[in-house]
């Protein structure tokens, strides 16, 4: 099976270290449990300009400091041993290919290919690479995959738990291989 795997929200734990960041940006003390929307600019009351400048800043330093979600490297190594092939398709900006490609290798993450986006729209590289499953936290993203029929799970952030999602959902990366492993995409 081919399995397509966003970064950030579903192997890469960087929305504490993101919601950090802005908070210093802001003032604010928004906590991550807080976060009802992906797009932050609307929980933060910014301009997508100022988002933009702050990510100029800081975008690196989140990319390479943000934590492994738990046991994301654990049942991915298992869906690599078990010849699954693991695109990582990211809306990341290619321009941190080297921070992105650093991060996975220091936590040993098994990838066919690593694919830097920037941008959300997704449906392309899933379907020239024949993605049988991906992996999104983005309900946005999540929903235009689905339309263009291709299997998503939707993996549970702060952002994404408001939406009525009718797909398979899930909150751990257990339950993500179990569910790989039993039902036949």
Not at 47 to 68: G, N, V, W
Request: aromatic share 8%; glycine share 4%; hydrophobic share 40%.
């Amino acid at each position: 099976m081919i399995i397509g795997c966003d970064l950030d929200g579903t192997v890469c734990d960087n929305l504490a270290l993101l919601v950090d960041e802005l908070n210093n940006f802001t003032g604010d003390k928004i906590k991550l449990e807080d976060i009802s929307e992906y797009d932050v600019t609307k929980v933060y009351n910014i301009t997508k300009e100022q988002f933009i400048q702050l990510m100029r800043q800081r975008e690196e330093f989140i990319a390479d400091k943000s934590p492994l979600i738990i046991e994301a490297d654990t049942y991915l190594k298992k869906l690599a041993d078990d010849k699954h092939k693991i695109h990582i398709i990211t809306a990341r900006s290619p321009k941190l290919k080297a921070v992105t490609s650093s991060w996975l290798n220091h936590y040993g993450l098994p990838f066919h290919g690593l694919h830097l986006l920037d941008s959300h729209d997704k449906v392309a590289i899933c379907k020239s690479l024949g993605v049988d499953v991906m992996i999104e936290d983005n309900y946005n993203n999540a929903v235009q995959l689905a339309k263009a029929g291709i299997n998503v799970i939707l993996f549970d952030a702060p952002h994404n738990l408001n939406w009525n999602w009718e797909g398979e959902r899930c909150s751990l990366w257990q339950e993500i291989y179990m569910l790989i492993t039993k039902l036949d995409y």
